[in-house]
Nanobody
Framework: QVQLVESGGGLVQPGGSLRLSCAAS????????MGWYRQAPGKQRVLDAR???????NYLSSVKGRFTISRDNTKNTVYLQMNSLKPEDTAVYYC?????????WGQGSQVTVSS
């Protein structure tokens, strides 16, 4: 049973940086599409960034140029580097893995951007 375990969230000041990590225990195919989603209080979960098996990526327009998604298939890990963080980036961030009918989610990691 593959599980996604996230780490790296926390409290950061506006303009600061954080890196989220998502490790897939039990191994995960490089064919999986990996994504990072955010969910702010009272709002729907939205896709921030996604990386495909060939390492092509796409981003939500509001994070493009500030966030970078990457993957290390040898470590079964996907990362989200978040720079120039803003208070509106405050949310719970979820890792997602999809392949065929498989749709896996991590437990979520809180990111709070505040002075």
């Amino acid at each position: 049973q593959v599980q996604l375990v996230e780490s790296g969230g926390g409290l950061v000041q506006p303009g600061g940086s954080l890196r989220l990590s998502c490790a897939a225990s039990g191994g995960i195919s490089s064919e999986y599409v990996m994504g990072w989603y955010r969910q702010a209080p009272g709002k729907q979960r939205v896709l921030d960034a996604r990386i495909f098996s060939g390492s092509s990526t796409n981003y939500l327009s509001s994070v493009k140029g500030r966030f970078t998604i990457s993957r290390d298939n040898t470590k079964n890990t996907v990362y989200l580097q978040m720079n120039s963080l803003k208070p509106e980036d405050t949310a719970v961030y979820y890792c997602n893995a999809r392949y065929g009918k498989m749709d896996l989610w991590g437990q979520g990691s809180q990111v709070t951007v505040s002075s």
